[in-house]
Nanobody, 121 residues
Framework: QVEFVESGGGLVQPGGSLRLSCVSS????????IGWFRQAPGKGREVVAC????????TYADDAKGRFTITRHDSKDTVELQMNNLAPEDAAVYYC??????????????WGRGTQVTVSS
């Protein structure tokens, strides 16, 4: 059974950058559209960005556009989320997930365990 493992989280100052990675075990990421989601304390889990598995199409949440980039590296079986100009409101646990792509919406069905991102001075 495929599992996803996130890494790259940590503490960063406002305005800083982080690169999150999602790798798979027990299977390959190549077969899945992949999304990044996040959950801040006291809030629901929300989509950040998604990337399809076959045509390079991506989609972003409004507050991720222009700051975050999702990239598939199929040769390394990795999906990355480059996050720039981070703000305190970006602090959350970030999850990668296999998703169904439904008219531009990403519907998750296999979750990773998450990686913590803290944005603080």
């Amino acid at each position: 059974q495929v599992e996803f493992v996130e890494s790259g989280g940590g503490l960063v100052q406002p305005g800083g950058s982080l690169r999150l990675s999602c790798v798979s075990s027990g299977g390959t990421l190549d077969n899945y559209a992949i999304g990044w989601f996040r959950q801040a304390p006291g809030k629901g889990r929300e989509v950040v960005a998604c990337a399809k598995d076959n045509d390079g199409q991506t989609t972003y949440a409004d507050d991720a556009k222009g700051r975050f980039t999702i990239t598939r590296h199929d040769s390394k079986d990795t999906v990355e989320l480059q996050m720039n100009n981070l703000a305190p409101e970006d602090a959350a646990v970030y999850y990668c997930a296999a998703v169904h792509w439904k008219g531009g919406r990403c519907v998750p069905f296999i979750w990773g365990r998450g990686t913590q991102v803290t944005v603080s001075s």
